[in-house]
C-alpha cells in the first residue's frame, strides 16, 4: 500500500509568519491529494486539495503545490493567525482509500 | 443534510466483550472508510467499502469486522475487545476518493479496560 510521511510533527510561528508543512509519498499510482485541519477534540475537516494534473492551487490564505516526479506535496499558509493552531494532516488517494500522514502541530504564536 | 453520523460518542468496555460502532451517511457516498486515530500516529485505515456489498480491509483490519448492506450504513464490529483498541474511531466517506476528500463524522471515543 502507499506510504505517507510528514514533516514536521510540531511547527511554532509567530502570528502573520508563514508556515509550511510537507509530505511525500511512496506510490506513484497516487493522484489525488487532499489536506485536513483537526482542531482539539474535533473531527478532521478538509481545507484544500490537489490533483496530479495541477502543479499548484491556492485558496485565499493557504496553497499547496505538488511536485509528483519527486513524490511530495506541501501545504503554505501565509498570514497566519491564532485560529490556524490546529493539528494538519496530508493525505494521498490509493486505489480508492485514503493513506494520511502522521500529522503537523501548528501552534500560531500571537 | 446529517452529513456522516457516528455513535455512541463515548464508550467503555471490558476487556473481551464485543460491540458495534455505528456510521451512517445520507449524502449517497459510494465509499465509506473506518479509521483509528492514536496520539502521534495519525489516521490508520481499519476497513473500506466501495459500494453495498463490497468492502476491504485497511492497514490494521485485526480484531474488527464490517459490512456494507446499504449505501447508507457501514457498521464496525469490534469482536472481542483488547486494551490496544483503545483510540478514537472515525468514520468517513466520500462520493469519490479520486477527485474528493472524505466527510468525517465526529468520531466515537473507545476505551478499553
Known amino acids: 500500500g502507499e506510504n505517507v510521511e510528514q514533516h514536521p510533527s510540531t511547527l511554532s510561528v509567530q502570528e502573520g509568519d508563514s508556515a509550511v508543512i510537507k509530505c511525500t509519498y511512496s506510490?506513484?499510482?497516487?493522484?489525488?491529494f487532499p489536506w485536513y485541519k483537526q482542531e482539539l477534540g474535533k473531527r478532521p475537516q478538509l481545507i484544500i486539495d490537489?490533483?496530479?494534473?495541477?502543479g499548484e492551487k491556492k485558496d485565499q490564505r493557504i496553497a499547496v503545490t505538488l511536485n509528483k516526479t519527486a513524490k511530495h506535496f506541501s501545504l503554505h499558509i501565509t498570514e497566519t493567525q491564532p485560529e490556524d493552531s490546529a493539528v494538519y494532516f496530508c493525505?494521498?488517494?490509493?486505489?480508492?482509500?485514503?493513506?494520511f500522514g502522521s500529522g503537523t502541530k501548528l501552534n500560531v504564536k500571537p | 443534510n446529517a452529513g456522516v453520523t457516528q455513535t455512541p460518542k463515548f464508550q467503555v468496555l471490558k476487556t473481551g466483550q464485543s460491540m458495534t460502532l455505528q456510521c451512517a451517511q445520507d449524502?449517497?457516498?459510494?465509499?465509506m472508510s473506518w479509521y483509528r486515530q492514536d496520539p502521534g500516529m495519525g489516521l490508520r485505515l481499519i476497513h473500506y467499502?466501495?459500494?453495498?456489498?463490497?468492502?476491504d480491509q485497511g492497514e490494521v483490519p485485526n480484531g474488527y469486522n464490517v459490512s456494507r448492506s446499504t449505501t447508507e450504513d457501514f457498521p464496525l464490529r469490534l469482536l472481542s475487545a483488547a486494551p490496544s483498541q483503545t483510540s478514537v474511531y472515525f468514520c468517513?466517506?466520500?462520493?469519490?476518493?479520486?477527485?474528493?476528500?472524505?466527510?468525517f463524522g465526529s468520531g466515537t471515543r473507545l476505551t478499553v479496560v
Open positions: 467499502s466501495v459500494g453495498a456489498g463490497i468492502t
Open positions: 468517513a466517506s466520500s462520493y469519490s476518493t479520486l477527485n474528493y476528500g472524505y466527510t
Open positions: 490537489i490533483r496530479s494534473n495541477v
Open positions: 493525505a494521498a488517494d490509493n486505489f480508492n482509500k485514503f493513506y
Open positions: 449524502m449517497n457516498h459510494e465509499y
Open positions: 506510490d506513484s499510482a497516487s493522484n489525488y
